[in-house]
């Protein structure tokens, strides 16, 4: 049977904030206060390639703070890999947890298929 599910990514988990930066080779995140722009916030700061501030991810809330300045200092497509990174590992930490398995499929047009197999026969 198949299922099809669509996901609205909140970024609550650290293991899985940690597992998206080495998936994506940027540097390991750091908890703390993180100056943005004209303000700060306090959670896991992502540096995203050729990002003037970090990310910061408030575990708490799943909510991200960020200023790219409307692109001008980080181009979207970077926040978006690393959304796409963290929902992938989260997925897979989550299966492994109920002893799923899981097979991650990379599609041509940069969407990535994950397909869980309840009790663990993939």
């Known amino acids: ?12 988990d650290p293991v899985a904030i940690r597992s998206a930066c080495d998936r994506l080779k940027l540097p390991e ?3 703390g206060k993180a100056k943005l722009f004209s303000s700060s916030a306090t959670g896991w700061a992502v540096q995203l390639p050729e990002w003037r501030y970090p990310v910061v991810a408030d575990v708490n809330t799943g909510k991200l703070a960020y200023d790219n300045y409307n692109g001008r200092w980080g181009e979207q497509k970077q926040l978006d890999r690393f959304l796409q990174g963290y929902a ?10 109920k002893g799923h ?10 969407s990535i298929r994950l397909t869980v197999s309840v009790g663990g026969a993939a």
């Open 1 to 12: 049977m198949s299922h099809i599910v669509s996901i609205q990514t909140e970024v609550r």
């Open 101 to 110: 398995s899981i097979i991650e499929q990379p599609l041509e047009d940069g």
């Open 29 to 31: 995140p750091v908890f």
């Open 88 to 97: 992938v590992e989260k997925a897979k930490i989550e299966a492994r947890k």
